[in-house]
């Protein structure tokens, strides 16, 4: 150890003996050794300098080193000292990193102070090495500069792991940015191969459906190599990466063999290391692989890496699993899985230029499931959903690979497929299958249910070369299979299109009509025979039309239910009926329980009940003046939602109706717990009095059960006095009917009652 050094760590233990004399270059080497105390310390501190991995040293005012501890003789490939002291770091170094140091040192002597925590690279080394350097002037006793003395660390590991933290910020944002999955895998393949020398990274991704790794990412690999791993499957006996995945535990081969894949020439390797890459759930969700043309190991610094690109890899992957799963969620039905009405006309187009392309033809279905409600009503929705989902199966089973099913709506589906040929009987043949495989008895809520469909069909390009105007078309085949008794298919023809376009006419008609006021209201009496007079008057709409003169409502109800326009034609029916009713007990005519019919539209429609309420204070007509006609079927399609409603409006004090009673498919076990103060007899039970003895059996049993149920009843359609007899024996008192009126305008009603020419 030189004695420069000692002194000057040692300041004042140092013996004085040259206490005046200025320092000489060269004359450190004639100390007297310090006592035996000086000596155990000075023992004790080359042990200590030469022990610790950090360089130190000191060098005189020409940069020739003084001393130099352990670590940086070894460094420098030195065996001892003595090699190095004398020597400068031009000695050691290339000259422009020797003349950078020797700048530095200089400053610090000159200036005096001292240069602390500077980061550098190292020199010399072969490998990035990063040091992080102290240097402070060497002083002797007398505060002079007699030199430098520098410390440095080894900072590389840390500026390394500073470095990757970096990195994989950098990574991280690109992810945040929404960089493509295959962009940022490939950039993290790099990463890894600028930090591991002689590696080459592979990433692959799990297909959706989990059979099999597409691989997503090889910047380095030779092609036919790319080419040979493209796809690889997931299983025990698969290969490297494919067993990865499915173990889940990374498997490491050192005996690869491309050669089967590799022509000559191109880069080969010998090692193989495949990694899964999984979910935060334990899903293999990917694989990463790393190549070395070496037989070799993952070492603990390898191993550093891999899991930083496992971590950066599952990010990413997991980003665009979410994203397409929100992509799917957008257009997918999630109950059935099947894609939903937003992605119907892209599905529609793409089938139409694929038809095209192979020059032939496709048809498009709109399918209707009968009677779904019903379903959905009696067994729950949860039984709804099953068979929802029974059916969305059974229709893409039908498919295979040859077509489409989207579902457009709760019991609606589309079902577009390529066709060559079609004729209304091929198209029969094939859907009528469809049909078949659709009303096969499914087991459903504990019971077999059978749901049998209606479909209407349209063919591009014969009915339609736009998906608007095929979906238009096959809509109204449906609608002619249903009016024509469900449970059946229509193909759409011209003659449904003129239909169709009328009935769109009809309706801008009807909604014009309704603006205009070209409605009235006929009544027509009810009388309570055995006192012969007039109870009541049902008021029943007509249009008067500016061309086709009065219209029956049978004409237009239809119409205005399936438009909706039912809603303010019924509001128009019941205000307008109110108010003729309290003018003319205003008018001084005995009072009239005026009946008013309720469509199922307007029955349902929230917040009806109030508006009832809200009309009856407008019109002041007291709530029992006002009887509501409500039929069977309305009540059965929810029979709690009705019997709800009913209890409200039986609440407000007005009456209820069973109109048409006996054509519907009420629960006569129900009937008693309905606040339905009467039924009405439907005409087709009385029109065959007396000569259908099954009608009059009918007739009869109507009348008990309302007596049994303590319900009026009342017979509608009695035309002649035949019938109003055999009804008056059976005990049915009330009756209406062209025997004792037929519906009449307002004024003819009124002067009708008047003059007593009805009653
Ligand atoms: P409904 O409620 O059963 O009305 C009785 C129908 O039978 C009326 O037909 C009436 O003219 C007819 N009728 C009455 N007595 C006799 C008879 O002795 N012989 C024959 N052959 N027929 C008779 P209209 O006026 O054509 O009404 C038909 C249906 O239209 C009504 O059947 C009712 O369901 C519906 N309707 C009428 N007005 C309205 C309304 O304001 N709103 C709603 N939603 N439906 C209405
Ligand atoms: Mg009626
Ligand atoms: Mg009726």
Redesign the pocket.
Known sequence: MSDTFLRAVNGAAAERTEAEAPPSRGAVHHLRLPDPDIAERYFWLETIVNQIPDYIYAKDLDGRFLFANRAIVADNHLNDVSELIGKTDFDLHPAEAAADIARTERRVMETGEPDLGIEEMSLGSNHERWLMMSRVPLKDMFGRTIGVAGVSRDITARKSAEHLIEIQSRLLEKVAEGMELAEFLEEVAGMVETRLPGIHAAFFVCASDGSELRLAAAPSLPQALVDYISVVPIGPDAPGCGRAAWLGERIIITDVDFSRCLRGGEESYRSAWSVPITSAEGQAIGTAAFYSPNVMEPDKHHDELIAVAIHLARIAIERRMAEDRIRFLADHDTLTGLPNRSMLDRSLKEAMQKAERKRTSLAVAFLDVDNFKLVNDSLGHASGDELLKVMAQRMSDFLGGWGRVVRVGGDEFVVHMLIDDTSPEALHARFETLRNRLAAPLPIGGMELQATCSLGIACYPDHGRTPSELLANADAAMYHAKASGRDRLAIFSREMAEKARLKLARTEELRRALKLGEFELHYQPQCHLPSGTITGA?ALVRWRHPVDGLVPPGAFIPLAEESGLIAPLGDWVLEEACRQARAWQAEGLPPLVV?V?VSPRQFRESGWVEKVRQTLDRTGLAPHFLEL?ITESLIMEDMAGAVERMNALAALGVTLAI??FGTGYSSLSALKSFPVSRL?IDRSFVADIPRDADDMAITSAIISLAQKLDLSVIAEGVETEAQAVFLLQSGCADMQGFLFGRPLPVDDFARAIKTGAIG
């Open positions: 049902e009946s019919n006609e109109d048409d009405k």
